[in-house]
């Protein structure tokens, strides 16, 4: 079945660094992905949606400049949290797009910010 | 705006039980309806799929009913297990006045099963 890797699954960092998280699909191709995040207890929202080749379209009040969103080929995309401040501490979930009704998930990161 | 509302928040049942878990939108204009099962620190597991043309799927013991009108869907869960003990989410797909899809993402069930 269709497999999609994130990666870190948890991460701890500094205030003021710049954390990477990998999201692969990895036996298919994707065209888009999107990313959530998750704070405890709320529901999961949607960050932005990668399409490959193109920019990434954010939902409103996510920071287009704080969270980097790459989807450099149809297999790989990757969010940068820039810059992280401890409100950024959030599970992140990516999925990848099968066709029209198909969505797979990744497992999650976990970023703690302190 | 497309809101999800999940209730109750949590439930605590007997090994056995059979139970059911509520859901609603309060904007019909679907293209379906999804309900996934969340373990902790976990990702998503996608469980059932319902188009916004159904009205109901099965799948082992989980059965999902999808009544678009009245922006309600239920996910029932027969002879529950300690394993079915998880966060249980109900999500919509839309589309955004822009034009772009969007999934769109209730709080969530904690189910606990106790043996």
């Known amino acids: 079945g269709a497999v999609v890797s994130q990666h870190p699954s948890r991460v701890i960092c500094k205030s003021g660094t710049s954390v990477k998280i990998e999201c692969r699909s990895l036996?298919?191709?994707?065209?888009?992905m999107f990313w959530y995040r998750q704070f405890p207890k709320q529901s999961l929202m949607l960050m932005a949606t990668?399409?490959?080749?193109?920019?990434?379209?954010?939902e409103q009040g996510v920071e287009k400049d704080k969270f980097l969103i790459n989807h450099a080929s149809l297999t790989l995309s990757t969010l940068t949290v820039t810059s992280a401040h401890p409100e950024d501490s959030s599970f992140y979930i990516c999925?990848?797009?099968?066709?029209?009704?198909?969505?797979?998930f990744g497992a999650g990161s976990r970023l703690t910010v302190l | 705006k497309q809101e999800v509302t999940q209730i109750p928040a949590a439930l605590s049942v007997p090994e056995g039980e059979n139970l059911v878990l509520n859901c609603s939108f309060t904007?019909?204009?679907?293209?379906?309806l999804q309900w996934f099962r969340q373990d902790p620190g976990k990702g998503l597991t996608s469980l059932l799929l319902?188009?916004?043309?159904?009205r109901e799927q099965t799948s082992g013991r989980l059965n999902a009913s999808l009544d678009k009108s009245s922006g309600r869907s239920t996910l029932y869960i027969a002879a529950s297990q300690p394993g079915d003990s998880a966060t249980y989410l109900c999500?919509?797909?839309?589309?955004?006045?822009?034009?772009?899809?969007?999934?769109?993402f209730g709080k969530g069930t904690k189910l606990t099963v106790n043996p």
């Open positions: 999925s990848a797009a099968r066709g029209a009704n198909v969505l797979t």
């Open positions: 036996d298919f191709q994707a065209t888009t």
């Open positions: 990668s399409n490959e080749g193109s920019k990434a379209t954010y």
């Open positions: 904007d019909s204009a679907i293209y379906n």
């Open positions: 319902i188009q916004s043309s159904q």
């Open positions: 999500a919509v797909r839309t589309i955004t006045q822009g034009g772009s899809e969007k999934l769109v």
